[in-house]
């Protein structure tokens, strides 16, 4: 069992950076893949990155990439998603989750574990 919660969200104008952070309990969850997902008002819920257990390897969104990046700290049990030059477009819900299975890429309903969520809004 893996319990997860963000932190860092908040406002912030265009071009600004936040940094979330994903905080889990469970003495296993550096056995666990990690990924942050998003979902705006009215629209479905996407996977924006995605990093392996060991932090080795690790996926972005097209939308996202060289803007975000995702990295862990298995010695906290904490997974970071540090975000550059926001904009707009990226204002949602971000949802951190947890899951055992190797693929990176998977879709929301694969993923087992979930945090609560935390809002990010991006001010033209």
């Known amino acids: 069992q893996v319990q997860l919660v963000e932190s860092g969200g908040g406002l912030v104008q265009a071009g600004g950076s936040l940094r979330l952070s994903c905080a889990a309990s469970g003495r296993t969850f550096s056995m666990y893949k990690v990924g942050w997902f998003r979902q705006a008002p009215g629209k479905e819920r996407e996977l924006v990155a995605a990093i392996t257990w060991s932090g080795g390897s690790s996926t972005y969104a097209d939308a996202v990439k060289g803007r975000f990046t995702i990295s862990r700290d298995n010695s906290k049990n904490t997974v970071y998603l540090q975000m550059i030059s926001l904009k707009p477009d990226d204002t949602a819900v971000y949802f951190c989750?947890?899951?055992?299975?190797?693929?990176?890429?998977?879709?929301?309903?694969?993923?087992?574990?979930w945090g609560q969520g935390t809002q990010v809004t991006v001010s033209s």
């Open positions: 989750t947890a899951d055992r299975s190797s693929s990176l890429i998977e879709p929301a309903p694969r993923w087992d574990y």
